[in-house]
C-alpha cells in the first residue's frame, strides 16, 4: 500500500522540497496560481458563449459575501466542507486516502435524524448525543474500511468509494422504510427531529448554525491532534514510513485502524451537524456532494487545516454565488461546476508553474543524499 | 607526447540553493585507464557523475569529450557521447529477459520496424564473450542474482557504445568472489578501450584496481595520485582532511551474565518450502560483542526481525536475561531494553521527512520523559535532541533540520545516537556503517566499543568482513541460514572467516 500512496498523493500534494521558499508559502503560492487559472479558462469559457465574464465573476462575488444574508448562507455552505476536508487531511496524515467522507457524511446525518425523531431530551443534551451518534456511525462506517485495509489488504481507495454505495442504498431502505414518517402522504422521509436537537441559528435571516463553530471547533482539535499529541506522531510515522514506525515499536494496523475510525468520525459529525442544524429531517435522494467536492477541498488546501477551512470557505461562495451568476450575469450554473472541476485539475498538476519556467531533473536535489 | 583525455571535466561548479556541491572540480580519465573517484558522503561525487551523465546541468564549467567541448541537456545526451554508468540501484526491468533489457531502447530491427532478437542475441553474446561478462541471455531479469543484474547494466552500456564506463558504489552489493571477477571485468574494458571510473568510499578497494585515484571533500578535488604511491592512511586523510586511525584498539572483553540467548531458532519462509534459519542456537553476553559475518542473504535478514521481534519464528526461542521473549512484540523488546540499528536507515531506521528531534525520540516517543497523554514535550525533545547531536557529532545547523537534508553518515549518526543512549541491555547492529564515510565509522566503531565496556551485550550482523574482525571478541558465520562455524575473534583469520562465508567448513580448524 505504501508505494500506491507514497508516488500518486505525494504527486498531488506536491513536492516541495527543492524550492528555497517555506513550504507554506510555496503551498499557498501554488494553490493561488491554480485558482488563478480556474477562473481564467471560466472567463474564456463565458467569452465564447457570449457572456460578460467581469460581470459574472463580481455577480458571484455580491451574491456569496455581498450582505448579511448571503455571507451567512456561504458559510452555512462552507460548514460541511470543513468538516470533510478536514476527514480527507485527517486520513492523508497517515497517507490515508479516505474517500468515503460523502457515506459517512450521510451515515451521520441519518443516525442524527433517528436520535432526533426518536427521543427526547432537554435541549443542549438531546442535540449534543445526535452529533456525538452521528460521529460514532460515521466512524464505524469508516472503521469498516480501516480494518479491511490493515488486516485484508484492501486498498481504502476501493472500499470506501464502495461503502459510500452501501451507505446510499441502505438509506434509501430506512427512509423508505423503517424510519419513513407516518401520514397520509406518501413522501419517503424522516420525521422532522424534536426542536431540541436542532442547532441553534447564529445569524439571523440566514440559516447559519451553530454546526459552524461546531466545524472550527473540530478543526482546531483536529490540528492538535495531529501536530501536538503523541497519537499524531505515530500516525504521521506510520503514513510516511510504516517499516521504521514498526521497528521503533508503534503498531501500523493499529493505527490505520485508528486514522480511518477518526476520519470517518469527522464526516459524520459534519452529517449531523448538517441534519440538526439545517435539514432537520432526511429526504429520500438527499445527495449534497460534500463528501466528493471533499476532495477538491483537500487538494486545494494542500491537506494543511488552515488550507482546508479557506478552501472549503471559497466552495462556499462558489456554490452560493452560482445563482446569483445565472440572474444578473446569466451565466448557467453549470459554469461553477466547470471551475470547481478545472480548480481541481490546476491543483492537480504540481508542476503547472514549471510549463513556463524550464526546470530540470528534480533528481538534483537528492543525488548527494 | 600529451594523451588527449577521453574525458574532461574542467572548472565544473555546481551551486544548490544552500550548498555548494562542487567547486571548480577538474577531472580527467586517459585511454586505457582506471581512474578511482574517492570521497565522503556529501563530497560531491555523486553530483560530479551526475553532471557528467547529463542528469544535472552545471552552474559553470566545460565538459569535453577526446577534446571536443560537449553540452548535455539530459541523460539521453549523454548516452549519445559515449558515457555509460552504472547506478548503485539498477535501472532494469525485471520481467523482461537480459537480452530484452539490454538491447530495450536500443533494439535491432528488422524491415516494418518489427523487432529483430536473434541479431540483439547474437550481438550481446559477442560483447559477452569479449569482456568476460558473464550472463544468462534469455533468463529473466527477475529471477538473476544481484551481481549478474550488474553484468547486465556493463553490458547495457557498452552496448551502447560507451566510451567511457562509470561504476557508483559497484561492490556494495557483490561477495568477494564477485568483487574479484569485477575487477578483472573492469580491467578489460580499460585495455579494450574503455576507461572505467569507478566511485567508492572504500579505501582499500581502489588499491588493488585502479591506475590513478582523484579524492574529493567538500565538493573539491584534493588531488589525485598514481596508485603505486597511495597507501590506505595516506588517502583517508585527504578524504577526511585530518588523521584517520582505521584500526579501533580495544581491551579484551570480560563478559559477564549471559543476556541474549537463542535457542534452536528456525524459520521458515511463508511462500515457499524453504528453511531461512535453521535451528540456530547462540548467546551472547554482557560485556561482550558477538559478530555474525556472512554474504548478504544467508539468514541475516531473518535473525535480525526475529531477534527485534518483527517475525515471528517457525520454532525456537529468544531469551533475555533467562525470560523467554519468543511471543513479544517490537514494542514489548524496546521496553525491555534491546536496541536496534535497523540494516538499512532509510527504510527502518529513519522517517526521513521528520526532523531530527522527531527521529531521536522514535520509539522512545510515548515516555513520560517526552510525551503526556494530551501533549508532546517540545522542550524536552528539543533538549535531549540537542544533546545528542553535540555527544555524537551529528553535523547539523539544529534540531529542527529535517533528516532527508542530511548526509548518509549524518543520517547513520542519529540512528546510532538513538540507539545507544537509552537504557540497553542488548545492542544489536546490523550494517553499522553501511554507506558511511571513514571518519564516522572510526567514531561509530569507537562507540560500539565503549557501550560493551559499559556492561553491554552487542550483536553485530555485517557483511562487511572487516568490521566483524575489527570489532568481534567471539565470530559466529552464516551460510544457508546455519551457523557454519564459531571463533573467537583474536583467533580469527581472514582465510578462515572468509572460506566458511562460502560455505567450506572442512577446511576450517
Known sequence: MSEIHGSSINNLNGDVSESRLPPGIVHIGRSLVALAFAFAVGAVVMLIIGRNPIEAYSALITSSVGDKFSFGETLENTTPLIFTGLTLTMGFQARLFNLGAEGQLLMGALTAAYVGVSFSAPAPIHVAVALLAGAIVGGLWSGIAGILLAFRGVHEVISTIMLNFVAFFFINYMVTGPMKEVTELDIPQTARIAKSAMLPRIFLPSRLSAGFIVALFTAVAVWWLVMKTPLGYELRAVGRNPDAARQAGIRPRRITVLVMVLSGSIAGLGGAVIMTGLFQRYQQGLNPGFGFTAIAVALLGRNTIPGVILAAFLFGVLAQGARGMQTIADVPTDTILMIQALVIFFVSTPHLLSLFRRRKAAVAAEAEV | ?509
Open chain 2, 1 to 509: 607526447m600529451p594523451v588527449t583525455p577521453v574525458v574532461e571535466m574542467r572548472g565544473i561548479t555546481k551551486v544548490f540553493p544552500l550548498v555548494v556541491a562542487n567547486d571548480q572540480v577538474d577531472l580527467e580519465v586517459y585511454p586505457g585507464e582506471i581512474l578511482g573517484l574517492l570521497g565522503e558522503n556529501g563530497a560531491g561525487k555523486s553530483v560530479l557523475m551526475s553532471i557528467l551523465y547529463g542528469l544535472l546541468q552545471p552552474t559553470s564549467g566545460e565538459i569535453r569529450i577526446d577534446g571536443k567541448a560537449v553540452e548535455f541537456d539530459s541523460a539521453h545526451d549523454a548516452i549519445a557521447q559515449g558515457i555509460g554508468m552504472v547506478h548503485q540501484h539498477f535501472m532494469l526491468v525485471p520481467p523482461l529477459t537480459v537480452v530484452e533489457n539490454i538491447v530495450l531502447g536500443a533494439e535491432p530491427q528488422r524491415s516494418g520496424g518489427r523487432l529483430d532478437m536473434e541479431t540483439a542475441a547474437r550481438q550481446v553474446a559477442e560483447l559477452s564473450q569479449k569482456h568476460g561478462l558473464e550472463v544468462d541471455l534469455q533468463a529473466k531479469v527477475e529471477d538473476i542474482p544481484v551481481g549478474m543484474a550488474q553484468r547486465v547494466e556493463i553490458l547495457k552500456a557498452i552496448y551502447r557504445r560507451a566510451r567511457v564506463l562509470v561504476l557508483d558504489e559497484p561492490t556494495a552489493v557483490l561477495t568477494p568472489q564477485e568483487v574479484e571477477g569485477l575487477y578483472s571485468i573492469m580491467r578489460s574494458l580499460a585495455d579494450a578501450g574503455v576507461p572505467v571510473i569507478f566511485i567508492t568510499h572504500k579505501l582499500h578497494e581502489l588499491i588493488g584496481v585502479c591506475d590513478r585515484i582523484t579524492v574529493m571533500r567538500r565538493g573539491k578535488v584534493i588531488g589525485s595520485v598514481d596508485t603505486a604511491d597511495a597507501t590506505p592512511p595516506l588517502l583517508a586523510e585527504m578524504m577526511v582532511g585530518r588523521e584517520v586511525i582505521l584500526q579501533i584498539d580495544k581491551s579484551p572483553a570480560e563478559p559477564t551474565d549471559t543476556v541474549l540467548t537463542v535457542d534452536s531458532l528456525t524459520i521458515d519462509a511463508a511462500d515457499r518450502d524453504l528453511t531461512l534459519l535453521d535451528g540456530i542456537s547462540f548467546e551472547v553476553k554482557a560485556g561482550e560483542i558477538v559478530g555474525v559475518a556472512g554474504i548478504a542473504g544467508n539468514g541475516q535478514d531473518e535473525l535480525l526481525d526475529a531477534l527485534s521481534g518483527l517475525r515471528s519464528p517457525t520454532s525456537g526461542t529468544i531469551s533475555l536475561r533467562g525470560t523467554d521473549i519468543t511471543a513479544t512484540d517490537r514494542r514489548q523488546r524496546i521496553r525491555s531494553g534491546i536496541s536496534m540499528i535497523p540494516q538499512d536507515r532509510q527504510r527502518e531506521g529513519l522517517i526521513l521527512s521528520f526532523t531530527i528531534a522527531d527521529n531521536i525520540v522514535l520509539g522512545e516517543h510515548r515516555t513520560t520523559r517526552f510525551s503526556s497523554r494530551l501533549k508532546r514535550k517540545f522542550e524536552a525533545i528539543s533538549a535531549y535532541a540537542r544533546k545528542l547531536m553535540e555527544a555524537f557529532d551529528v553535523r547539523a545547523n539544529d534540531e529542527t533540520v529535517l533528516v532527508s537534508n542530511l548526509s548518509g553518515g549524518n543520517q547513520q549518526k542519529v540512528v546510532v545516537a538513538r540507539e545507544m543512549s537509552r537504557d540497553t541491555k542488548l545492542l544489536i547492529a546490523a550494517q553499522p556503517t553501511r554507506g558511511v564515510d571513514v571518519g564516522a565509522i572510526e567514531f561509530i566503531h569507537r562507540n560500539i566499543v565503549d557501550m560493551r565496556d559499559q556492561g553491554a551485550a552487542v550483536l553485530l550482523v555485517s557483511t562487511e568482513l572487516d568490521e566483524v574482525m575489527q570489532l568481534s571478541d567471539r565470530i559466529l558465520v552464516l551460510f544457508r541460514g546455519r551457523i557454519i562455524g564459531e571463533v573467537a575473534g583474536a583467533d580469527a583469520s581472514l582465510e578462515t572467516v572468509g572460506l566458511w562465508m562460502a560455505g567450506h567448513r572442512e577446511v576450517a580448524t
